[in-house]
């Protein structure tokens, strides 16, 4: 188990716009337009498109593969639906919850110990 508040890693925030450390938290892991991967070594962040977000079906399991790829260990998000939870469980990516703010109050958030870990699925797949 990593240390919340812990240095040095890679944490993804589900992001609703492409506005840096400004963009607003998305409360929804596999639809979310942008993941913002901050590397918490450098102060650096990417925001990446979500290709899944409107994909007719497993677009949690394919946004879990997209922040896998890109060494993410942390993910902040409001709700994780069940398949998708089993792919980032089975990456060793740790699940917190945060279902508003900023990625930078995420960010903040996750490195200060307030949020809660995410130990079962809380969201419900669209069909």
Do not use: C, W
């Amino acid at each position: 188990m990593k240390k919340q508040g812990a240095d040095f890693m890679k944490i993804a925030i589900t992001a609703e716009n492409n506005n840096g450390y400004e963009s607003e938290v998305n409360a929804h892991f596999g639809r979310a337009p942008y993941f913002a991967i901050v590397d918490t070594k450098t102060d650096k962040i990417d925001l990446i498109k979500n290709g899944a977000a409107n994909a007719s079906g497993g677009a949690g399991v394919s946004a879990a593969q997209l922040i896998a790829d890109r060494g993410v260990e942390v993910l902040i998000s409001g709700s994780v639906g069940p398949k998708a939870y089993t792919a980032l469980n089975s990456g060793n990516i740790e699940m917190y919850i945060i279902n508003h703010g900023t990625v930078r109050e995420a960010v903040d958030n996750f490195q200060k110990g307030n949020l809660s870990q995410l130990t079962s699925p809380n969201g419900t797949p669209r069909k």
